[in-house]
């Protein structure tokens, strides 16, 4: 059997070579396609993982807002939920403006059709005009 380069660096594992196509016992010299250890070195707990670099810049650099700085975001938040608790108010008082103004409208519309069936029937009553040729 013809193996690749990779064969010789890091084996798979079961379901790696499964994946590839390779028996479990074929699959002892094959590699994954990424090496992950290096991949993923800052995630690691182990102090030999660590460099001078990943140290030095912690990933937060950012420094805490003042006192200041938070009473101002307090003072905006407690503006932006008023706010919000006006327009909720605001929107109930549309909506049951609405609500009155359909009801209106659908009245009026049984009225108009009730009109109009009035004005049918006294137009029916009338005599018919003959007209001269």
Do not use: C, W
Request: net charge positive; aromatic share 4%; hydrophobic share 40%.
């Amino acid at each position: 059997m013809e193996r690749n380069s990779f064969d010789r660096i890091h084996p798979l594992t079961v379901a790696g070579a499964a994946q590839v196509g390779l028996r479990p016992q074929e699959a002892v010299g094959a590699l994954l396609p990424v090496e992950l250890r290096h991949a993923n070195h800052t995630a690691s707990t182990n102090v030999f993982d660590f460099t001078r670099d990943a140290a030095a810049k912690p990933y937060n650099r950012s420094r805490m807002p003042s006192a200041s700085q938070v009473d101002k975001i307090a003072e905006r938040v407690e503006r932006l939920l008023l706010r919000y608790e006006e327009l909720q108010r605001t929107n109930a008082l549309l909506a049951e403006q609405v609500e009155v103004l359909t009801h209106e409208r659908d009245s009026l519309k049984s009225r108009l059709a009730a009109a109009r069936s009035r004005v049918d029937a006294l137009l029916e009553r009338l005599p018919e005009v003959k007209k001269a040729a």
